[in-house]
């Protein structure tokens, strides 16, 4: 792991200075679909506590993100109840990309393009610290998740499922 005074700026870590979120910097050897098997082994954390950020979309094509741990799946016939609407499917990395400005494998919630609806997995909650991803391949950053509540207001749901 590289020191922390190499951390990259980037538009999420910009939202996080701005927003006064306190968070500690985790750069490894980001490995092409690697997932959070890669960044919790190279962090050395369990990849419960990674979390992923993921892209999806409904039905009308409107873009929405999930924020689920690492180790686990998102139901996305679930999900789709939970929200409201008949599909949820993920988006193309090139649609996710549009919608964010980040690319997959680098997506965070933090300082997306464009203001998306964010739904958060509730037992994330349960977690003292969360490793989620800083806006760049291979770069994670460690928060606490109740700052995501306050900062992002996701709506919470319970929409995962072991892997």
């Given at each position: ?157 319970e929409v995962g499922r072991a892997?």
């Amino acid at each position: 792991m590289k020191p922390e005074s190499q951390a990259p700026e980037t538009p999420a870590t910009k939202f996080l200075q701005k927003h006064r979120i306190a968070h500690s910097n985790h750069l490894y050897a980001y490995e092409e679909h690697g997932g959070t098997s890669v960044s919790s082994r190279e962090l050395n954390v369990a990849e419960h506590a990674v979390v992923k950020t993921l892209v999806m979309e409904d039905e009308n094509r409107k873009p929405l993100i999930v924020l689920m741990h690492g180790d686990r799946k998102v139901s996305t016939k679930e999900l789709a109840r939970q929200v409201g609407v008949k599909k949820i499917a993920p988006c193309t990395p090139d649609d996710a990309l549009r919608h964010t400005g980040y690319m997959v494998g680098g997506c965070s919630p933090f300082g997306t393009k464009k203001q998306l609806p964010i739904y958060l997995e509730k037992s994330i909650l349960d977690l003292p610290l969360i490793y989620i991803n800083g806006g760049r391949r291979g770069y994670l950053v460690g928060v606490h998740p109740h700052d995501i509540l306050r900062v992002l207001a996701p709506k919470v749901v319970e929409v995962g499922r072991a892997d």
